[in-house]
């Protein structure tokens, strides 16, 4: 019966967080993916021990290994998944187990190219089928050396969808109007689409 009523759990809390997140209502879901980790890795242990494959002293492992597995292979994120579990219980007693884990479940959720579960919500929520188009933002400083100083900003080649939001010299913060012109050592916040960060920050970079 326990076997069961832990397979129920985690179908249905599943079912429910699908449910609530594909209804628009607001919630975390940082909990739920904890809790669904937590009663799956309950779940095989208790099914293991049941098929007298294991004794029944490893519910604990099964448990916060399942939900470093469990958070690693949502978010991509398998140092931070490993970090938080290991917080959580206070021990390092499991690391070497939960790091397999945490690392297996990121190797097969990238093998089978399931977006990590907040670009998905994002991308939900933005209603934009290429999440490449959605914006970034990042910081950069001006080279000593840089191809774009002196020229006015409205005048600058940036790459598509690429604009700089501030300008910070020398403490004060300039507003980057279009006859504005770069200096080196400005620090500069830059928005860009994701799908072209790499291309923004190398134009960003470049000297020659």
């Known amino acids: 019966h326990g076997v069961w ?30 809790v669904i980790g937590a009663a799956s890795g309950a779940f095989c242990e ?8 294991i004794s029944g002293d490893f519910t604990a492992q099964f448990v916060i290994c399942a939900m470093g597995g469990m958070l690693a292979a949502a ?13 959580m219980t206070n021990s390092f007693s499991n690391i ?15 093998l089978l190219k399931e977006p990590p579960i907040y670009d998905s919500l ?15 933002f990042f910081q950069t400083n001006v080279p000593v050396v840089a191809t774009y100083t002196d020229i006015p900003l409205q005048d600058l080649p940036l790459p598509d969808g690429t604009l700089i939001v501030s300008i910070r010299r020398n403490g004060t913060y ?3 109007l279009g006859d504005v012109r770069l200096e080196s050592g400005d620090e500069l916040q ?9 291309d923004a920050k190398m134009y960003f970079q470049s000297v020659h």
Do not use: D, W
């Open 174 to 176: 300039i507003v980057p």
């Open 96 to 110: 070497y187990a939960i790091g397999a884990v945490t690392i297996v479940a990121y190797l097969v959720a990238e």
């Open 46 to 53: 208790s099914l293991f021990s049941s098929l007298s494959l």
């Open 75 to 87: 978010m991509r994120t398998p140092i931070l998944a490993i970090l938080l579990v290991l917080e």
């Open 5 to 34: 009523l832990l397979l129920g759990i985690v179908i249905g809390k599943i079912l429910l967080t699908t449910f609530c997140y594909g209804s628009g209502a607001q919630g975390g879901i940082f909990l739920p993916m904890l």
């Open 190 to 198: 830059v928005s860009c689409e994701r799908g072209k960060l790499k």
């Open 122 to 136: 994002l991308q939900a929520m933005t209603g934009q089928s290429n999440l490449e188009s959605v914006q970034t």
